[in-house]
């Protein structure tokens, strides 16, 4: 099966519409996936498609409109931790640009450096660190591998969710996300370089995709849900449990921000 057959495979479900916006939705971010009036396809049923294993996802792509945008929303990522595969995206986001899309947001659950974003709130990644050594490029054989990474986090789409959080009210501050590979948390050591790097936020996703969809040609930006201080910045105990009862917070006014940001495409 190629990138065009998976691509197939979902119009044949889908209906042929180009899709416009493609979204990923972070742990326990999953909710408006389910507000997509279209199909639900199971991972299982594409091929390429991750097998995802970690609790608090929704391995199922949800394809039609939502605001009045056709979109193509994944109820679930694979993570590099699961698999050791930083590519895993790849095929996934290879066959959302094959459906049309010309634009991707990623959404994210992250732990905060910063005292003044809090569990609960969110943050607009301005760029991120690599901070894993890992690409998800490497092995890719053509010169399409060297991907200028200068504007990756799109100042189009990026002003874009700001003017939709400026309509909600709601604060979207901007931030620097730190990839850390996971799946262990980080020590309160590393916390405390990664502030003097120059990091705001750190998690274990999104980068490698900001990476694919540059590669690919999409414009891509991504919000980050906070969960908790990151370790050895509060007394709070970090937990997956914990993230996955955190992110609703935030969740509600990701969703609102992301609604608003798809009426403005309209
Ligand atoms: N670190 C890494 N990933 C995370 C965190 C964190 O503190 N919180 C939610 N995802």
Known sequence: MTISDTAALIRARAGDAPVDVGLILGSGL?????????????????????HVGVSGHNPHLHVGVLEGVRVAVFGAREHYYENGNSAAMRPALSVLKELGAKRLILTN???????????????????????SGLNPL???KTDARFVPMT???????????????????LPLPD???????????????????????????????????????RFLGLEV????????????????????????????????KLERILRQFLRGLR
Not at 30 to 50: K, Q, S
Not at 110 to 124: K, N, V
Not at 223 to 251: C, F, R, V, W, Y
């Open 30 to 50: 999953g909710h408006l996936a389910h507000a997509v009036e279209g199909v639900a396809i199971p991972y299982a049923d594409l091929p390429g498609f991750p």
């Open 109 to 131: 659950a992250a732990g905060s450096l910063r005292s003044d974003i809090r569990p609960g709130d969110l943050m607009l990644l301005s760029d991120h660190i690599n901070y």
């Open 138 to 140: 490497i092995g890719e």
């Open 151 to 169: 504007e990756a986090h799109s100042p189009v789409l990026r002003a874009a969710l700001k003017a939709a959080a400026a309509a909600e009210e």
């Open 175 to 213: 931030g620097v996300y730190c990839w850390y590979s996971g799946p262990s948390f980080e020590t309160p050591a590393e916390i405390r370089m990664l502030k003097l790097l120059g990091g705001d936020a750190v998690g274990m996703s999104t980068v490698p995709e900001v990476i694919l969809a």
């Open 221 to 252: 930006a991504a919000i980050s849900t906070i969960t908790n201080m990151a370790a050895g910045l509060s007394d709070e105990q970090i937990s997956h449990e914990h993230t996955k009862a955190m992110a609703p917070l935030g969740a509600a």
